[in-house]
T-cell receptor, first 112, second 116 residues
Framework: GESVGLHLPTLSVQEGDNSIINCAYS??????FIWYKQESGKGPQFIID?????DKRQGQRVTVLLNKTVKHLSLQIAATQPGDSAVYFC???????????FGAGTTVTVRA | DTGVSQDPRHKITKRGQNVTFRCDPI?????LYWYRQTLGQGPEFLTYFQNEAQLEKSRLLSDRFSAERPKGSFSTLEIQRTEQGDSAMYLC??????????????FGSGTRLTVV
């Protein structure tokens, strides 16, 4: 599968391969994290979330991993499909706060 | 009510004109947020309402920007004397009350503003 160790703005992946998208966060007070998918001309769409008391959470074809020690979040997409082509953002929320802070997005392009 | 609605979807205006955008949140959501997104960037927080009360404003929200939510339902975002730097996607989101957002924010499709 395709993976990146550091955040990269773009990721090209072969259809059927696994994708890994990375995100670093900076706020030590953040305890809730969300991955969003954004297609062209649309608003961000919720994919999966994770609380800081967890290290891993799985959804349908997606897994989010959280490493609080190094303030790192990743999204794994299994068997990437053409419909997965989009921009992916991680967002963090701190305790006693209501707003989300978004990271830099990663544009995923799926090759047929 | 299947989601957050924003109107218009696109707005082209001349520099110096005033524009107003509308957001209709999910009906049972009492929290409403405005974000701005420029090309290639993640959304940036502008302001937040709980019911009709505007509880927080970002420093990004200059005095040319004003947001209202008069009856705790729909919200409007007005930009006066638009500048080219205001060109962006303006996103609205809503959530119910609760510390952990069951499915994160629900975002609308946004209003794309182009100032020429």
């Amino acid at each position: 599968g395709e993976s990146v160790g550091l955040h990269l703005p773009t990721l090209s992946v072969q259809e059927g391969d696994n994708s890994i998208i990375n995100c670093a966060y900076s706020n030590s007070a953040s305890d809730y994290f969300i991955w969003y998918k954004q297609e062209s001309g649309k608003g961000p769409q919720f994919i999966i979330d994770i609380r800081s008391n967890m290290d891993k959470r799985q959804g349908q074809r997606v897994t989010v991993l959280l490493n609080k020690t190094v303030k790192h979040l990743s999204l794994q997409i299994a068997a990437t499909q053409p419909g997965d082509s989009a921009v992916y953002f991680c967002a963090e929320n701190a305790r006693n706060d209501y707003k989300l802070s978004f990271g830099a997005g990663t544009t995923v392009t799926v090759r047929a | 009510d299947t989601g957050v609605s924003q109107d218009p979807r696109h707005k082209i205006t001349k520099r110096g004109q005033n524009v107003t955008f509308r957001c209709d949140p999910i009906s049972e959501h009492n929290r409403l947020y405005w974000y701005r997104q420029t090309l290639g960037q993640g959304p940036e927080f502008l302001t937040y309402f709980q019911n009709e009360a505007q509880l927080e404003k970002s420093r990004l929200l200059s005095d040319r920007f004003s947001a209202e939510r008069p009856k705790g339902s729909f919200s409007t975002l007005e930009i006066q004397r638009t500048e080219q730097g205001d060109s962006a996607m303006y996103l609205c989101a809503s959530t119910p009350t609760g510390r952990y957002l069951v499915s994160g924010y629900t975002f609308g499709s946004g209003t794309r503003l182009t100032v020429v």
